[in-house]
């Protein structure tokens, strides 16, 4: 038995009919037509109106699927989907010391400024470190001035632990610290070697190894049984740039899913500090490689820098998964270290860089161009999605490192090749602007480490 006609269906049914009789006075055929349409519309109102209806929906919804086609590229695999859904790690972090009653006087230690502090600061002399490579002892390459040595972070709303060697290492007894990443990160190990040795006076309960090939190098305090630990890993992934020597290679190219490439040398540690960006920035492309090596004329993507340091992130992460255990290792990432190649950023005139830069950006809003913001994105948008399981801490030095274009290296290092006359007639030509001096900026980021270690 059919179902009663609806009122709202006669109705329309009939106000669509006397639309097309008004249009067809002069045409028979056209109100032959109509009055056809409306006895059809009583007989069969409901299910016309459902076939309409069904009809609209199906054209509405494939014009929403070509929208989302065309907005986005590609939908997320079914595990990127799956990943999205993980719940943030709960337990207590590793090497803690905070009392419970502490965690509702959070900090955010990034946010914050300089200030000059005479008093206290060195932390540590650069001739009493005898582990400073030459590119970062800018006083012992004949650098004037010393005010870039003397400046303190100071968090809004709360004061960064005193760093302190020797409750450090003993925390750290047993233990091996690893920093993996690039020069940058390799400078932040020296820092972190320097702010340790100085409570290990004795030369003979210290020693420092690199490896012949460059590529790892060991800081053991005998006395503690612990180590710290740098290895060279510009990209994390493997690399054609892998070579810790020799490795300016101007056409730069990864491997997909490589991550244990490395990763294999990085085993049993306690501590480790990532570090990954400048490598990646050569352009707004990056290429991938798919297959092995000996393929890559033919395997090898071009893909956007976003997606390919994505890639690397996500990886990266797996690896902390598969090989750490958060109860009783800790995991750091430090994000990207500015540089300062371009004096417009910082209101100068053009064509200058940081050579002779003495003073530090006193604009607390600055961002330099050379620091990407779409990268910080990336890092932000994996660790509130599928990365959120993992208990990194991020080292959020970026901002307060942005202020310090007095700080870099400039022309006060060892030289990879003697500068021209060219060069030494206009020194900006081959300053420095992405390295820092030691002692300098890397002992903050290195204070900065202390407090999330241990007063997370």
């Known amino acids: 038995m059919k179902a009663p006609l609806s009122s709202s269906s006669t109705s329309s049914g009939a106000a669509f009919c006397s639309s097309i009789a008004k249009k067809a006075r002069s045409s028979p055929l056209l109100?032959?037509?109509?009055?056809?349409?409306?006895?059809?519309?009583?007989?069969?109102?409901?299910?016309?109106?459902e076939l309409l209806s069904q009809h609209a929906q199906e054209v509405s919804h494939a014009l929403i699927i070509n929208s989302i086609d065309h907005e986005q590229p590609t939908a997320p695999p079914p595990e990127v989907a799956e990943r999205k859904t993980k719940r943030k790690w709960q337990g207590r972090l590793a090497f803690a010391l905070n009392d419970d009653s502490d965690e509702d006087e959070e900090c955010d230690v990034f946010s914050g400024s300089w200030?000059?502090?005479?008093?206290?600061?060195?932390?540590?002399?650069?001739q009493d470190c005898p582990y400073i490579p030459p590119q970062l002892t800018c006083q012992a390459r004949g650098r004037p001035d010393t005010a870039y040595q003397r400046w303190r972070w100071q968090p809004r709303g709360c004061t960064l632990p005193a760093f302190d060697a020797v409750r450090a290492l003993e925390a750290l007894r047993g233990k091996r610290v690893l920093y993996v990443g690039d020069s940058l990160g390799r400078g932040q190990f020296t820092s972190m070697v320097c702010l340790l040795q100085s409570a290990i006076p004795d030369a003979g309960a210290r020693s420092f190894e690199m490896?012949?090939?460059?590529?790892?190098?060991?800081?053991?305090?005998?006395?503690?049984?612990?180590?710290v630990e740098f290895y060279w890993a510009p990209f994390l992934l493997e690399s054609n740039s892998d070579n810790a020597a020799v490795h300016r290679v101007p056409d730069r190219m990864v491997r997909r899913g490589s991550i244990g490439y490395h990763g294999q040398h990085w085993k049993g540690v306690d501590v480790i500090v990532f570090n990954t960006y400048l490598w990646w920035c050569t352009g707004l492309r990056f290429r991938i490689l798919n297959g092995p090596w000996e393929e890559a004329g033919k395997e090898a993507v071009w893909v956007s820098t976003e997606e390919a340091y994505a890639m690397a992130f996500r990886d990266m992460l797996q690896w902390v998964r598969d090989n750490m255990d958060f109860n009783t290792t800790r995991v750091f990432f430090t994000s990207m270290s500015p540089t300062h190649q371009k004096s417009q950023d910082w209101g100068d005139a053009p064509g200058r860089n940081c050579y002779n830069e003495t003073a530090m950006i006193d604009d607390a809003g600055y961002w330099g161009s050379d620091a990407r913001r779409s990268i910080m994105r990336v890092i932000r948008e994996i660790l509130d999605g599928d990365g959120a399981d993992v208990p990194l801490t991020f080292l959020n030095i970026t901002q307060l490192s942005v202020y310090r274009k007095d700080a870099h290296t400039s022309i006060y290092k060892r030289q990879w090749s003697q500068p021209t006359a060219e060069q030494l007639a206009d020194p900006k030509t081959y300053a420095d602007c992405v390295h820092w001096c030691l002692p300098g900026l890397q002992d903050t980021w290195n204070e900065l480490l202390y407090a999330k270690l241990f007063y997370p």
Do not use: I, K, W
């Open 31 to 49: 109100l032959a037509l109509a009055l056809f349409l409306l006895c059809f519309s009583f007989l069969y109102g409901d299910g016309l109106m």
């Open 115 to 126: 200030v000059r502090d005479d008093a206290a600061r060195p932390l540590y002399r650069e």
């Open 211 to 227: 490896s012949p090939d460059q590529q790892h190098t060991v800081f053991t305090a005998s006395e503690y049984n612990a180590t």
